[in-house]
């Protein structure tokens, strides 16, 4: 949760068209864009160095720089995204990744990942499979990571949820921020887990950026939770992305 760099994209007007579960209304560009510079100003605050990317309206998903790549302290690893419309989005990351990382290496298939569906803690990887993350593709990036000394544990996303990461993120090396319904998988034992108040399960989607939580606003009881918990909490409007399944971790790609 200690990071020096962030890579972020800025929403294009395609985002009107970008990919959603259920149809519970048409994204505002403004309002996405306004929501979007809170964000980036966040992490800035924190010190570390953010590398703003500029639209790309041929992807109406790519503001989700997240799902693109796994960023590690010994390289990165670009995904192979399960949504067919979500492909081109990685090259297009590959020469920012390239340009900061000595070591870039790629998921060749044919098996997908995404990487909404990972979670680095203190001690391991977690991967959730999911309908955009398949075995083949858990695979892959297992052998790359366990080349670099990391432990990958693989357990299930709830079905009905996009990512694993839409119902946990990490607070500290030690902690996550969890639905009940994941954590009732068993997958966080040994862990401390805080869960989201009930009926606040979108809240699990917030991100540790240094001394900041980034949790979407709109979620009280969770926000006073992680306030009481000694954590430093910054609510962004999350409105606009929620309408495509999207929330604080997909924004960016941390290092
Ligand atoms: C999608 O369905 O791929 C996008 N509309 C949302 C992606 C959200 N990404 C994430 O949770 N890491």
């Not at 992807?59 to 590690?72: G, I, N, Q, S, W």
């Not at 990972?118 to 052998?143: F, K, M, N």
């Not at 034992?189 to 108040?197: C, I, K, Q, S």
């Amino acid at each position: 949760f200690e990071f020096s760099r962030a890579i972020t994209r800025r929403p294009a007007p395609s985002i009107t068209n970008g990919l959603r579960a259920e149809d519970i209304g048409t994204p505002d560009l403004d309002k996405m864009l306004a929501a979007h510079a809170d964000y980036v100003a966040t992490l800035k605050k924190t010190g570390a160095e953010i590398i703003e990317l500029p639209p790309l309206d041929a992807y109406p998903d790519a503001v989700f720089v997240e799902d693109t790549a796994l960023c590690l302290p010994q390289g990165a690893v670009l995904m192979r995204p399960g949504a067919p419309s979500r492909m081109g989005e990685v090259p297009e990351m590959a020469s920012t990744l390239r340009a900061v990382y000595d070591d870039v290496r790629e998921i060749n298939g044919p098996g997908h990942i995404e990487g909404g569906d990972i979670l680095v803690t203190g001690r391991e990887i977690l991967v959730g499979r999911s309908d955009r993350t398949d075995a083949a593709g858990v695979a892959e990036l297992s052998a790359i990571v366990t080349e670099w000394g990391h432990t990958l544990r693989e357990v299930f996303t709830p079905p009905g949820v996009l990512h694993f990461k839409t119902d946990c993120s990490l607070l500290d090396a030690e902690t996550i921020l969890s639905t009940k319904r994941l954590d009732a998988s068993g997958c966080f034992e040994g862990y401390r887990v805080v869960h989201v108040a009930e009926g606040e399960e979108a809240a699990a989607n917030s991100i540790r950026f240094n001394q900041y939580v980034l949790c979407p606003a709109g979620f009280p009881r969770t926000t006073e939770k992680l306030h009481k918990a000694g954590y430093e909490v910054v609510e962004i409007d999350n409105s606009e992305c929620a309408k495509l399944d999207g929330g604080m971790s997909c924004l960016s790609l941390r290092f």
